[in-house]
């Protein structure tokens, strides 16, 4: 059974960090490009970022550049999210999901475009 299993959430202050963690089984991660979502409440799901098969492209949304960083760990089969200067509206429920690209080194944040989602992990931030 394939399944992505997000983990490393929590309830953390403003300005503080996380590391998020996707890990893939019943599938290696190797032939799939990763996106990471969020949810807000109330809101609708957004991408977030995204890394390529290769590893060599990621892209970020705009509202986030500079404060999150995707990196992938074949070996563990795990791709993370490390997020830090953490603002209240960075508060929602993230997502990874893995897609088949047509090409290693191109990612993208279509959330439509993806074949294999987790269930999410719950941050939140706050003082």
């Known amino acids: 059974q394939l399944q992505l299993v997000e983990s490393g959430g929590g309830l953390v202050q403003p300005g503080g960090s996380l590391r998020l963690s996707c890990a893939a089984s019943?599938?290696?991660?190797?032939?799939?490009?990763i996106g990471w979502f969020r949810q807000a409440p109330g809101k609708e799901r957004e991408g977030v970022s995204c890394?390529?098969?290769?590893?060599?492209?990621?892209d970020y949304a705009d509202s986030v550049k500079g404060r999150y960083t995707i990196s992938r760990d074949n070996a563990k089969n795990t791709v993370y999210l490390q997020i830090d200067s953490l603002k209240p509206e960075d508060t929602a429920i993230y997502y990874c999901?893995?897609?088949?690209?047509?090409?290693?080194?191109?990612?993208?944040?279509?959330?439509?475009?993806?074949?294999?989602w987790g269930q999410g992990t719950q941050v939140t931030v706050s003082s």
């Open positions: 019943g599938f290696t991660l190797d032939y799939y490009s």
């Open positions: 890394i390529s098969r290769s590893g060599v492209s990621t």
């Open positions: 999901a893995a897609r088949t690209p047509l090409f290693q080194n191109v990612c993208i944040m279509a959330e439509g475009r993806y074949d294999y």
